[in-house]
């Protein structure tokens, strides 16, 4: 992985997570309940980007291990990324994550 490169991964949304009132409200028929989590994206922020991808490149390029707090959601996205997968951050990881890049300042 190039410290040039662009680290791009996605957050996944179960589609269990999808609100009730979306299906009732934009009446989703239950076949496209699966296909709307499946696609729904979420934009973390330039800090949240950063702060990932720090921890990323710091393990996948120098073995260097991230804080205990981000630990289990940075191996997930490093163990996609050694086995060619698009990186996807899982829901709980997502708000391990956010908690620390939160609390970090």
């Known amino acids: 992985m190039s410290s040039t490169k662009k680290i791009e991964f996605a957050v996944k949304v179960?589609?269990?997570m999808v609100p009730v009132w979306w299906k009732?409200?934009?009446k989703i028929?239950?076949?496209l309940v699966k296909?709307?989590?499946d696609i729904i994206r979420v934009r973390p922020d330039a800090k949240f980007n950063?702060?990932?991808s720090e921890h990323l490149r710091a393990f996948v390029e120098?073995?260097?291990?991230?804080?205990?707090e981000i630990e289990v959601p940075i191996?997930?996205?490093?163990?996609?990324?050694?086995d060619g997968r698009e990186m996807i951050i899982r829901t709980g990881d997502?708000?391990?994550l956010q908690t620390f890049v939160r609390s970090s300042g």
């Open 50 to 52: 950063k702060v990932v």
């Open 94 to 96: 997502y708000i391990a």
């Open 29 to 31: 028929p239950p076949t």
């Open 75 to 82: 191996l997930n996205l490093a163990n996609d990324f050694a």
């Open 35 to 37: 296909e709307i989590g």
């Open 24 to 26: 009732v409200a934009y």
């Open 14 to 16: 179960p589609n269990w």
């Open 62 to 68: 120098k073995g260097k291990m991230p804080p205990k």
